[in-house]
């Protein structure tokens, strides 16, 4: 994306920048995580890549196409914060609605060069009550939603988003309301799942360490304007197991992303 603008109109017309002078462009493949004070732009920015919202200057592409016929294609995935399930279906239900309603959409191949992990039909569907059991809901498939804990909806919203076999996932904030631990071994099942696919991942999140453990790549962003700060390559072995995050490296990243996070807070009237 390059030179993004992206203005809203208030209820007493006056303008917010939510957006402005935003230059990305993100590997095919790659982690990516957008971190930034509230109200920097990160999920308007979520909302401009997947189509949802078009920006008032400047231009996004996707794999080469609009983020329209990108999303035409069935390009993505989305977990929104909070995990939007259908209270009447059961875990697998949920899962597998998309496969029963939209068949060829979801499983015929789109976007230009990345065709090869598919090529239509049921054959190529991912078994989903496989990845359910490995992200431990095996015990949980026939329960409904209001059954399950605010992990296990995160969970079943992210095997979701992954049986697509999305292009490009993009994940608004998906552990926010999760204790460190379960947080912990959800960016582990994660991990694990964009391992298989290889999908490219834009992944919002609050949490530094979170940030520097899953990303290849990690956006900086600081609010009036929403504005892109600094950009952060994390150059971290993979997988990045107990030994890696212990590391005196680890460490490093966090505090650098530390500091950046500080200067975009000091925009933010939140922190001086
Ligand atoms: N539909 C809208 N109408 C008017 N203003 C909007 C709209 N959506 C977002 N904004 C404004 O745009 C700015 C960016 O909002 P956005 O939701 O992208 O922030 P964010 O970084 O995701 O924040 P948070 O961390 O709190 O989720 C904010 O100032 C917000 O008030
Ligand atoms: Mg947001």
Known sequence: MSGIRRLYEQADLSEVVALDSIDLSIEPGTFVSVIGPSGCGKSTLLRLISGQERPSAGRVTVCGLSPREAAEAKAFGFVPQTPALLPWLSVLGNVTLPHRVNRRGVSSRRVKGRGDRSSGGDRVRP?????????????????????????????????????????????????????????????????????????????????????????????????????????????????????????????AYELALRESLRDAFSHSGVVR
């Not at 290889?198 to 290849?216: K, M």
């Open 127 to 251: 078994d989903l009550e496989a990845m359910l059991r490995e992200v431990g809901l095996g015990e949980s498939l026939h329960k409904l939603p209001a059954e399950l804990s605010g992990g296990m909806k995160q969970r079943t919203a992210i095997v979701r988003a992954f049986g697509l076999r999305p292009d490009v996932l993009l994940l608004d904030e998906p552990f926010g309301a999760l204790d460190e631990f379960t947080r912990e071994a959800l960016q582990e099942q994660l991990l694990e799942l964009w391992e298989q696919t290889r999908a490219t991942v834009v992944f919002v999140t609050h949490s530094i360490s979170e940030a520097v453990r899953l990303s290849d790549k990690v956006v900086v962003m600081a609010p009036r304007p929403g504005r892109i700060t600094e950009v952060i390559d994390i150059d971290l072995p993979r997988p990045r197991h107990q030994e890696v995050i212990t590391s005196p490296e680890f460490h």
